[in-house]
């Protein structure tokens, strides 16, 4: 049995992308759709309910003010690129400011609300189709999603740290990553996220037919070149001008593929290495992200038989 398959990855909370994600099932033809982690946002952005009935927010770095007609419009905006918004009052924002607790439980609330919102959202799309959306954790993301990326009916289901069936073919997917300057929440030693990989490895029947859908890339290629930074998260620079970039991809990753030579490796985690490498006859795919312009970057694969027929990196 064949199957088309359309991989995304890193939309970090970006309601443009994730409703081109579920779209992109009709509009590719394709009978698989796979999110690959780093699902929700980084940013929570406060607008302020003035006394004169106008709204304060940070628009993109700059300072913007909405009536009630605009409000929407601006955060609309905001959604699409992936941050998180909510509405206080000038008094609010005053207790908000003396109590970083209480900005972590609005965070996590929109966080909760968005993918609660958006696993709806697939599962209302896809009814009544042939098409399966399988959606998992990345590294960025908290702990506390997991219970809203629970196996929704026939439709969504979340692949982590399992073997699931694909048709013909088995995925193993795990969203940890080997430690990063980050330090987010899915990080562990990279000998110790080799030997999850390999206990998931273990169950399958037929490791070359398989679907490494593993969060971080392999170390050492061209889809996992990242820039360097410093202590403090500026980018180190090269030369006159240049950016350092590093590999900041999973040597056990790579091991695991060069042991194991899974049909193909699905990848994500670093944005700026959109790609594709072979490690032996593996196939290793890096769609890339450009989640905050409302870009979905993806790769489009056909899986025929004990090969990758064909497969197309996308924009749109």
């Known amino acids: 049995?064949?199957?088309?398959?359309?991989?995304v990855s890193d939309l970090h909370g970006s309601e443009k992308c994730f409703r081109k994600f579920i779209n992109a099932a009709k509009f590719y033809k394709a009978d698989t759709l796979i999110l690959g982690g780093d699902i929700t946002?980084?940013?929570?952005?406060?607008?302020?309910?003035?006394?004169?009935?106008?709204?304060?927010?940070?628009?993109?770095?700059k300072e913007t003010t909405a009536t009630k007609d605009s409000l929407g419009e601006y955060q609309k905006m905001l959604r699409d690129a992936g941050q998180y918004c909510f509405i206080a009052t000038e008094a609010q924002m005053t207790e908000l400011t003396?109590?970083?607790?209480?900005?972590?439980?609005?965070?996590?609330?929109?966080?909760?609300?968005?993918?609660?919102?958006?696993?709806?959202?697939?599962?209302?799309?896809?009814?009544?189709?042939?098409?399966?959306?399988?959606?998992?954790?990345?590294?960025?993301?908290?702990?506390?999603?997991?219970?809203?990326?629970?196996?929704?009916?026939?439709?969504?289901?979340?692949?982590?740290?399992?073997?699931?069936e694909i048709g013909d073919y088995e995925m193993i997917t795990l969203g940890f990553a080997n430690p990063t300057p980050w330090r987010s929440p899915r990080e562990v030693?990279?000998?110790?996220?080799?030997q999850m990989i390999e206990s998931l490895a273990g169950q399958l029947e037929d490791p070359g037919r398989s679907i490494f859908n593993l969060h971080v890339p392999?170390?050492?290629?061209?889809?996992?070149?990242?820039?360097?930074v410093d202590e403090e998260f500026r980018y180190v620079k090269q030369g006159v001008g240049a950016v350092k970039m590093i590999s900041a991809g999973s040597a056990a990753v790579r091991s695991s593929?060069?042991?194991?030579?899974?049909?193909?490796?699905?990848?994500?985690?670093?944005?700026?290495?959109?790609?594709?490498?072979?490690i032996g006859r593996t196939l290793c795919l890096n769609p890339g992200s450009e989640y905050s312009d409302g870009i979905l970057r993806g790769a489009l694969l056909n899986l025929e038989g004990a090969r990758v027929k064909e497969f197309l990196l996308t924009s749109g």
């Not at 392999?218 to 360097?228: F, L």
Request: glycine residues 10%; negative net charge.
């Open 98 to 164: 003396a109590d970083k607790t209480k900005v972590e439980k609005i965070f996590c609330e929109c966080m909760l609300s968005v993918l609660s919102g958006w696993v709806s959202l697939a599962s209302e799309r896809l009814r009544g189709t042939e098409v399966k959306c399988y959606i998992s954790p990345g590294n960025d993301d908290r702990f506390e999603i997991d219970g809203i990326l629970k196996d929704d009916g026939p439709t969504v289901i979340n692949p982590e740290n399992r073997v699931v």
């Open 257 to 278: 593929i060069e042991k194991h030579q899974p049909l193909v490796g699905l990848h994500g985690h670093i944005h700026e290495s959109k790609g594709f490498v072979k």
């Open 218 to 228: 392999p170390h050492g290629t061209e889809i996992d070149r990242a820039p360097a």
């Open 41 to 61: 946002g980084k940013v929570l952005v406060p607008i302020v309910e003035k006394n004169d009935g106008t709204f304060s927010l940070s628009l993109f770095g």
């Open 1 to 7: 049995m064949s199957k088309r398959v359309f991989f």
């Open 189 to 194: 030693p990279d000998d110790e996220l080799g």
